[in-house]
DNA sequence: AAGCCCATGTAAGCAGTTACATGATTGA
DNA sequence: TCAATCATGTAACTGCTTACATGGGCTT
């Protein structure tokens, strides 16, 4: 049974906004919405084929070894039809709260290191969205591109968010540390 | 090849805080760590199979049709050697984020609902985190309970942070629509 | 007697990752 | 010539969800 699939729709989109190959695609959303959707080889050349299958794209043209597809107008309309659709929550996972939430049994040191390694994560994250946020200004000229900076607005205001979380939490944790060395 | 799953882990740290049945575990995790993890039946019981099987968990007791399970000292071994070991990055993935980024080719008052739709949902979860913040003082006295604000006032934290970008997408998406408007 | 929560478990089946295989092209 | 990047694809395998099957006990 299960949930169906979203990686057809990250692939639409991605075709809509020019045609590409499936190279191009990883390489896209790796670079551009990476922060918060991903995709492997091993699932976008297999749903290529299955979209050009269904007539939802197409090999627009071949070029030494290299296929570049095109979205159709049936498969922008697929595209627009899921984007509209009901919006269902998938379970989230956080791993590093797992932890934190368990943490009674690791030694503070320890978990203190973990937040620390994640906090420094965001705090690159958050260099790359502001640098990014200078974007040059033929990009702004893109009729996708209101539609990008909420995005880049998420990774701003999530990521400044949890670098406060996790000073917060250093702190919590660092007390809970003195405190155990004091007792010992 | 694929993943190691962490539910082995949820379950051995559910146990950790004290020995309960399949069902319990799963009641208390969609209860205290449901706004971060999830947990289904179809993963708990065979993995508490598994677990009793490799001597991580034990069935301490059965009544009526009841199977208590305790967690062992090789298990809370485990479960430690899993938290305090490297903490690797997974995949994440936003739909909603998905749809606001190839958000043209949707109408604006759709996409407007759907960031209403999501911050109702925040808002209502940020409820439940203050009515929790507000613990029963025999709680405030369990071992585990520093370890348990953290990741509540990460929720806290997090979902306030939310509110206010979706506040700010929902002020940039309706004057999107009015250009549109007026355009028209 | 109906409905709800407690309670355990299995089967089907898709989603998605990782690793592997293979080769062309480009540039230092 | 060596390394990196471009480029497509497959195979194996796991994780996890959903739906189903089954039944006891309590309350109204």
Redesign the pocket.
């Known amino acids: 049974?299960?949930?169906?699939?979203?990686?057809r729709y990250a692939v639409l989109g991605v075709l809509s906004i020019g045609p590409m190959?499936?190279?191009?695609i990883r390489?896209l959303v790796s670079e551009s919405i990476g922060h918060f959707w991903?995709?492997?080889?091993?699932?976008i050349?297999?749903t290529?084929?299955r979209l050009s299958e269904e007539g939802l794209a197409v090999v627009e043209r071949e070029e030494?070894?290299?296929?570049v597809y095109a979205v159709t107008e049936a498969g922008l309309g697929e595209l627009r039809a899921w984007a509209e659709g009901p919006l269902e929550e998938r379970?989230l996972?956080n791993e590093l709260l797992l932890r934190l939430f368990f943490g009674r049994h690791v030694p503070k040191r320890r978990l203190i290191g973990l937040v620390e390694e994640a906090r420094e994560r965001q705090v690159r994250a958050l260099r790359w969205y502001r640098e990014a946020e200078d974007a040059p200004s033929e990009d702004r000229e893109h009729p996708d591109f209101p539609y990008w900076t909420t995005t880049l607005r998420f990774g701003l205001v999530m990521g400044e968010a949890f670098v406060r979380w996790c000073d917060e939490t250093l702190q919590e944790l660092r007390a809970l540390e003195r405190a155990e060395a004091g007792e010992g």
Chains 1, 2 share one sequence.
């Open positions: 049974v299960a949930r169906s699939s979203t990686t190959s499936g190279y191009e390489k991903g995709e492997s080889y091993g699932q050349y297999p290529l084929r030494g070894g290299k296929k379970p996972r």
